[in-house]
């Protein structure tokens, strides 16, 4: 039995040293099961801290980010435990390659949100791939269609409800939610979770729309071929004739803003959902 390390403290906090047991996985790729049961649990809180924090901040965190952030998460998770545990190179992979990838969650719960808002059928039939494209394009060629709260009245831009659900579903669904496991990061909705939430949804619409391009092959096909035979007879090609599609401008940026100054700060929280 390996002997208790020496105790101190510093700054409230007992010190105490990460106890190994074991040399990695298969492939030499360090795992939680390799340390103590104190060292493993803290490292769990911290993947929950980093999570909360990428929420806030970005899901796509560079290098540096990475490390600062998973050393906060860390220093959190010891101060919740009462210890001081230095943090290293196995502190910082264990934390940034456990839990689950905040992009890939995300959209795993705003996919059913969109199907439903939007009435998209979800099975990968050709038919079925085929209707989603096409109800998929016709809300791309105008994005005030999947962006404003009321589209009949063109107000609350930006406020679709698909958008607000997804925040709720992502963060506040279960009591091992972020959002309530970890409080304190979920202060305020920032706009990079605004952002995060919002281009999921913008990427699942692109993807049914991208649906067509397989359930519609052989008409492309024929349309190759179509184009090679008419240039073989030097037969000049239709023109080809572009689709308007709608943006918002600035004045509808400016009309955003103005229904917002005009609204009253005691809106109960019914009418955000």
């Given amino acids: 039995k390996r002997?208790?390390?020496?105790?101190?403290?510093?700054?409230?906090?007992?010190?105490?040293?990460?106890?190994?047991?074991?040399?990695?996985g298969s492939r030499g790729r360090v795992r939680c099961a390799d340390f103590d049961g104190l060292y493993s649990s803290i490292i769990h809180l911290a993947v929950g801290h980093y999570q909360a924090i990428l929420a806030n901040s970005t899901i796509y965190p560079g290098d540096i980010e990475s490390r600062n952030w998973s050393g906060e998460a860390w220093a959190a998770a010891c101060r919740a435990n009462g210890v001081k545990i230095d943090y290293d190179e196995d502190t910082y992979k264990l934390i940034t390659s456990r839990g689950p990838n905040p992009w890939s969650e995300l959209k795993t719960v705003m996919r059913p949100l969109v199907v439903t808002e939007f009435g998209f059928v979800d099975e990968?039939?050709?038919?079925?791939v085929k209707s989603n494209a096409i109800l998929a394009e016709s809300l791309l060629a105008n994005h005030?269609?999947?962006?404003?709260?009321?589209?009949?009245?063109?107000?609350?831009?930006?406020?679709?409800?698909?958008?607000?659900?997804?925040?709720i579903?992502?963060?506040y669904e279960k009591k091992n939610s972020l959002g309530i496991k970890f409080p304190f990061y979920f202060s305020k909705f920032y706009?990079?979770?605004y952002a995060a939430v919002f281009n999921s949804y913008l990427e699942l619409l692109s993807r049914f729309?991208?649906?067509m391009k397989h359930a519609d092959i052989i008409p492309r096909i024929c349309k190759k071929f179509l184009k090679v035979a008419r240039r073989h007879g030097n037969v000049p090609n239709e023109p080809v004739t572009s689709t308007f599609t709608q943006h918002f401008t600035v004045d509808d940026f400016a009309a955003a803003a103005a229904e917002w100054d005009t609204r009253s700060e005691s809106d109960s929280d019914n009418d955000m959902m």
């Fill in 191 to 193: 706009k990079e979770q």
């Fill in 124 to 128: 990968k039939t050709p038919e079925a």
């Fill in 3 to 24: 002997p208790a390390p020496p105790l101190t403290k510093v700054e409230g906090l007992q010190v105490i040293q990460k106890v190994k047991l074991g040399d990695g």
């Fill in 169 to 171: 579903k992502w963060c």
């Fill in 144 to 167: 005030k269609n999947f962006t404003y709260k009321d589209q009949n009245k063109a107000k609350g831009a930006f406020e679709a409800d698909v958008i607000q659900k997804g925040m």
């Fill in 209 to 211: 729309h991208e649906g």
